[in-house]
């Protein structure tokens, strides 16, 4: 089955400006994840959506960043406008369902973005 | 979320076992332990999980402790490939969070 897509891989931006992040799940996957990853530590989660529903967004710094997932598939996740702070790999994560069943609950994770924020 | 506790770092050299520890001493009943290792610019990689029973797939072995406050990860004969940073994660079945700690850094070595 493909992966998760994301784009673009590498962004330069100066501080203050805008961003935005696109991410195309396994298909079928209900549940999309956002984790932040600055470099030397592990990836922190930003937000947790289940189809187009938001299940936990209790990291995300909602003055800065949002995301959505309109119709349940796609998701982009936008910084605007970005601090020297957000300079992280920032991934995307898809998995079936978020129930109660531990075999159909495995992360697949995409490669990443890496935004550089100068 | 249960935490858990590795070693920052380990080496193990080519062909042989390399075993990766890990404390979750406040895991609870219905808490899944799962590892996933991150190869350096890739995203994490879901190696295996468990919640009582010892399990093993084509890529590792877990094992875990009889109170389940701990476990080790087993890759039985390391490849210079299996050199990344190993997480060691307590997943709590419901909402399906998976909590990374700063991981193990496994240096296998020809």
């Known amino acids: 089955e493909a992966g998760v897509a994301q784009s673009p891989r590498y962004k330069i931006i100066e501080k203050r400006q805008s961003v935005a992040f696109w991410c195309n799940p396994i298909?079928?996957?209900?549940?999309l994840y956002w984790y932040q990853q600055i470099l030397g530590q592990g990836p922190k989660l930003l937000i947790q959506?289940?189809?187009?529903?938001?299940?936990?967004d209790s990291q995300l710094p909602k003055d800065r960043f949002s995301a959505e997932r309109l119709k349940g598939v796609d998701s982009t996740l936008k910084i605007q406008p970005a601090k020297l702070e957000d300079s992280a790999v920032y991934l995307c994560?898809?998995?079936?369902?978020?129930?109660?069943?531990?075999?159909?609950?495995?992360?697949?994770f995409g490669a990443g973005s890496r935004l550089t924020v100068l | 979320d249960a935490k858990t506790t590795q070693p920052p770092s380990m080496d193990c050299a080519e062909g042989r076992a390399a075993n990766l520890p890990c404390n979750h001493s406040?895991?609870?009943?219905?808490?899944?332990v799962y590892w996933y290792r991150q190869i350096h610019s890739q995203g994490p990689q879901y190696i295996i999980h468990?919640?009582?029973n010892n399990e093993t797939n084509e890529m590792a072995s877990l094992i875990i402790t009889e109170d389940r406050k701990s476990s080790t990860l087993i890759l039985p004969h390391a490849t210079l490939r299996d050199t990344a940073v190993y997480y060691c994660i307590v997943r709590v079945a419901r909402g399906n969070k998976l909590v990374f700690g700063a991981g193990t850094i496994l240096r296998v070595k020809s």
């Open positions: 959506f289940q189809n187009n529903g938001v299940v936990d």
């Open positions: 298909s079928g996957h209900a549940t």
């Open positions: 406040t895991i609870s009943g219905n808490e899944y």
């Open positions: 468990g919640l009582k």
């Open positions: 994560a898809s998995s079936l369902h978020a129930g109660a069943s531990s075999g159909a609950n495995v992360l697949t």
